[in-house]
């Protein structure tokens, strides 16, 4: 295999991801309190009701917020003459960048903070591929053949997660088996992401160089940063971003059940047990 033209290719696309990461970041500012996506600012002379959470976005406070402030994978910038009345909360953010990097600047760590989420859910993938490797190819090999199928469990699958959350729930009894749902959803959604890295990667290096077939490892670590790069385009990345958790997590799912089952063709029976003629008393 030529790890050169991985190396090439993952260089150009991470160097693209980094570019425009910055550059994406657009602050809107807000008049109400609510869940926001991206950099939000509250102006100077506005006073703003309700508890402000902002996912994958820093919150600049200028002027007053009744409530608390939260940010996941974002910093709060209070400015000198804001007030917030409730409490702030950071999950992520510099912080949470420059651990992963610690030698990168705090500026440019609070600028690709989304990158950096990115980076790390792409490491945990890969360690889910290497600890499961025989699941994420059977969730390759459900996805390759039935990709509309793992489309249609992956939604039935996340519509059903609360119902059963509450029936468990109410049994009182289910309790303990709650965290387990949860541990199992998370689970699943990285083994079908990284089934559909290897997907993309493979098909990808297919086509720039069809002489060769690249290792699973490879394939993956293209998958995932071609999949990375789209997820941080706006807009079109949370489709994306949606897409790959759904029709993943569907052929996780079918992953653990026999195709035979869900493709309606009876079990292979199995051969009678032959052997020496038992004696009897």
Known sequence: MNYRIVTALCAVVLAFFIARAPASASTQA????GTYWGNVVVEPDQ????DVTVFFGNAT?????RGDVTTFFGNIDQRSGSTITGDTNTFGGTDYTQAIVPWMPST???ENAGMMLRLAESVVVLLVFLIFPVR???ALERVEKHPGLSAAVGVLAFVAVIPIALLLLVSFVGWPLIPLEIVALIAGIFIGQAALGLLVGRRLYELIHPETTPSPLAALIIGLVVLSAAQIVPVVGHLVTALVVLI???AAILAFIREGLFMGQPPIPRAPISGPPMPVA
């Open 30 to 33: 807000i008049a109400h309190g």
């Open 47 to 50: 006073v703003v009701d309700g």
């Open 61 to 65: 406070i200028e002027g007053i917020v």
């Open 108 to 110: 440019l760590a609070a």
């Open 136 to 138: 994420v190819r059977m």
């Open 248 to 250: 993943g997590l569907g």
